[in-house]
Antibody, heavy 120, light 108 residues
Framework: EVNLVESGGGLVRPGDSLGLSCAAS????????MNWVRQAPGKGLEWVAS????????YYADSVKGRFTVSRDNANNSLYLEMNTVRAEDTALYYC?????????????WGQGTLVTVSS | DIQMTQSPSSLSASIGDSVTLSCRAS??????LNWYQQRPGQAPKFLIS???PFQSGVPSRFTAGGSGTYFTLTISGLQPEDFATYFC??????????FGGGTKVEIK
């Protein structure tokens, strides 16, 4: 069974940094592209970042480009999101999400999310 | 960026009703459109895609249609567990994907 478990969320002050992690199990992690998608409280879904299986194709939403860094460790089946210079508008539930296959495919498995609150 | 617009933003329906949710793309995305279901307090769940309108494990009452810029999700015979928010998402420009604002299906 595919399982994605996020951790690392919490309360952080504007301008500070925070690191999120996602532990994957139940599938061959090293074969899949992975994504971070966030959802502000009571709002819709916003794609944040994507990293392919070999970490040589990485993309970011304009809203986080230059501040967030996505990475992965295939040996440890883990995905990461380093968040720097956070802003109030980064407050959201952050989901770790698997892409079903390479290319124009759906996001087929989602974790339960970890909540990041940016506030002074 | 490709913008996705869903309508209506919410609707009320009764058990057994059939409803159709709409999703419009700001440019031609062929059939690269996916639907997700999010029940209250839960993570989104991939439901169905326009390229593969019948998904394993998804009840047959859910059907996805459309291509180009206009897409629909029809639920034929609403069940209690179907009351949720539904999001469309374009994967045409993957990995730079975008979501619609969602349609909340509520019990009348």
């Amino acid at each position: 069974e595919v399982n994605l478990v996020e951790s690392g969320g919490g309360l952080v002050r504007p301008g500070d940094s925070l690191g999120l992690s996602c532990a994957a199990s139940g599938f061959t992690f090293s074969s899949y592209s992975m994504n971070w998608v966030r959802q502000a409280p009571g709002k819709g879904l916003e794609w944040v970042a994507s990293i392919n299986s070999r970490s040589n194709d990485i993309y970011y939403a304009d809203s986080v480009k230059g501040r967030f860094t996505v990475s992965r460790d295939n040996a440890n089946n883990s995905l990461y999101l380093e968040m720097n210079t956070v802003r109030a508008e980064d407050t959201a539930l952050y989901y770790c999400v698997r892409e079903k296959s390479h290319g124009t495919s759906p996001l087929d498995y989602w974790g339960q999310g970890t909540l990041v609150t940016v506030s002074s | 960026d490709i913008q996705m617009t869903q309508s209506p933003s919410s609707l009320s329906a009764s058990i057994g009703d059939s409803v159709t949710l709409s999703c419009r793309a700001s440019q031609n995305i062929r059939s690269h459109l996916n639907w997700y279901q999010q029940r209250p307090g839960q993570a989104p769940k991939f439901l169905i895609s326009a390229t593969s309108p019948f998904q394993s494990g998804v009840p047959s009452r859910f059907t996805a249609g459309g291509s180009g810029t206009y897409f629909t999700l029809t639920i034929s015979g609403l069940q209690p567990e179907d009351f949720a928010t539904y999001f469309c998402q374009q994967s045409y420009s993957s990995p730079l994907v975008t979501f619609g604002g969602g349609t909340k299906v509520e019990i009348k």
